[in-house]
């Protein structure tokens, strides 16, 4: 009965493993648009294992004395990984050593190399540098050089900048991907912690990405000095 | 030039079929390396599996400081490093008399560009920064480092309807070797250039790429806009391959930007005179 059900399962799994559609350099098919479909870019905690974050007790006091204006107000993109959990759709495009991402949010782009290399040097960057490589049929993108300012959802969940996040894409049905993402930062959290959800394709047919420009109408006259100076009466 | 190009053209048109009618890149831009139209119509690109030529790399355009006046200009600050020949054939934009009047007033008030306030460039703008091309059967994508800035360039479908992007929609078809793209739903905020160079909601850009040495891609777009020319514009310059080793890299604009609206009269400005009209 026992080795029956082994059996089963191996045999479920083997075919799943072939039935993943594939690119013509052999990787699993990751390509179409995307989406998740939660709320938490509102917070994160929603998909968190254990719906907690293990913050270090003087991060949290950093956090209470830290800026009270989500960076994404102004414009600011808003790093890895809020950027694949910001309720709007993006697109996967494959080619043989790359995987690109063209997020609909503020026209946000991560051009992932395939190729191992080091991580950049002496640099930071909104959405971080990106390393992929391919582990199995699972994507796994390791992501540093964040910048400390993105928040990690509108609800003031901090990191700072020695922020390591590891992503991982498989996918697990035809129109899903299962995304994690372990997120590790000595200097805010206790321990290395992880999230994950489903990624789902948006099957509406000719569904394409539109422009979506944040500055736009934004900030200026909000956040700084007038435009042009109205004239003193 | 403009008879050896129309000779040529004629030329061309004559002795090939008709599936390979198609119009060689122009022998020369107003600024970069010159193109010889009878070895870009010999190369034979290297293919995709689809059949056609491959675009895929990083290409640096060679366009001779058009991102500050895409027309002959001095030197200067806000300039750069000023060019004799601009980008635009014939050297002048074919304006109508009230866009004539308008583009004085915004030459002198360069604060007013809205890529200063990092708004998407818009077509052809953003053509003037390093880009990498990925390429698919049905979709090309255009990655661009400045303003991280992408667009998709659709090979089927059709512009959408009450839709207007700082990129606008663009829609790709290959004429023989050449991508040629067709641009609408631009919006009326975007701009040419630094120097204020402006179109309405009912610019047309039409671009066309041709590799034409295995490192060298022409770049080509014809600008129609009935609102504010007079005639359609062309424009163009060469692209060159980057090394291999290159990697775009992110470039954020929006990071607190508070400089602009305090530039002091009188410096964002360009030579009364610069224009012909």
Not at chain 1, 77 to 101: D, E, S
Not at chain 2, 8 to 29: E, H, K, N, S, Y
Not at chain 2, 208 to 235: C, H, N
Request: net charge negative; charged share 25%.
């Amino acid at each position: 009965m026992r080795n029956r059900s082994a059996g089963f399962f191996f045999a479920a799994v083997t075919l799943l493993a072939q039935s993943v559609p594939r690119t013509s350099d052999g990787k699993p098919d990751l390509q179409g648009i995307w989406m998740s479909r939660n709320a938490a870019g509102f917070d994160v905690t929603e998909i968190a294992e254990g719906h907690e974050i293990p913050y270090l007790p003087e991060a949290l006091e950093r956090e209470q004395k830290g800026p009270r204006v989500d960076p994404i107000a102004h414009c600011a993109m808003p790093g890895v990984p809020r950027i694949t959990y910001m309720p709007f759709p993006f697109q996967i495009l494959q080619r043989p050593g790359y995987v690109v991402f063209m997020y609909e949010y503020m026209h946000d782009q991560r051009i992932v190399r395939t190729t191992p290399r080091d991580h950049l040097d002496g640099i930071d960057l909104w959405l971080g540098d990106s390393v992929g490589h391919w582990e199995g049929d699972t994507l796994v993108i390791d992501v540093t050089n964040l910048r400390p300012e993105t928040w990690l959802d509108s609800a003031r969940h901090t990191h700072s900048e020695a922020l390591h996040v590891v992503e991982r894409y498989t996918r697990t049905a035809p129109d899903t991907i299962n995304y994690e993402a372990t997120i590790e930062d000595p200097k805010t959290y206790s321990k290395p912690w992880k999230i994950s959800m489903p990624l789902h394709r948006i099957t509406e047919p000719g569904f394409e990405l539109r422009e979506q420009e944040c500055s736009e109408g934004d900030n200026g006259r909000a956040i700084h000095p007038p435009y042009r100076p109205a004239p003193k009466s | 030039m403009r008879p050896l190009i129309l000779s040529v053209a004629m030329t061309a048109v004559l002795a090939l079929p008709l599936a390979a009618q198609v119009r060689p890149p122009d022998a020369g831009f107003p600024s970069g390396p010159k193109i010889d139209p009878a070895k870009a119509r010999a190369y034979n690109p290297p293919k995709t599996a689809d059949g056609h030529p491959d675009l895929e790399g990083i290409w640096q355009p060679r366009s001779g400081g058009a991102a500050y006046s895409i027309l002959p200009h001095p030197a200067g600050f806000f300039l750069g490093a000023g060019s004799e020949s601009g980008i635009v054939e014939g050297g002048e934009l074919p304006y109508q008399p009230w866009a004539a009047e308008r583009i004085k007033y915004l030459t002198q008030h360069m604060e007013l560009d809205p890529t200063g306030h990092c708004h998407y460039e818009g077509i052809p703008h953003a053509m003037y920064f390093a880009f990498q091309i990925f390429q698919t059967p049905k979709q090309i994508a255009v990655l661009h480092e400045n303003m991280h800035a992408y667009r998709i360039i659709y090979m089927d479908g059709t512009h959408p309807k009450d839709y207007l992007a700082w990129m606008g929609d663009s829609r790709g078809h290959w004429e023989g070797n050449t991508l040629v793209v067709d641009v609408a739903n631009n919006n009326d905020k975007s701009v040419f250039d630094m120097a204020g160079h402006f179109h309405s909601d009912a610019l047309h850009v039409v671009e066309r790429f041709t590799l034409v040495d295995a490192d060298t891609m022409s770049y080509e777009a014809t600008l129609e806009d009935p609102k504010v020319f007079t005639k359609p514009a062309k424009l163009g310059f060469p692209l060159k391959r980057a090394p291999k080793d290159y990697e775009l890299i992110e470039s954020g604009c929006f990071e607190g930007e508070r400089d602009q609206a305090h530039l002091p009269e009188g410096v964002a400005t360009l030579p009364e005179g610069h224009y012909k009209k």
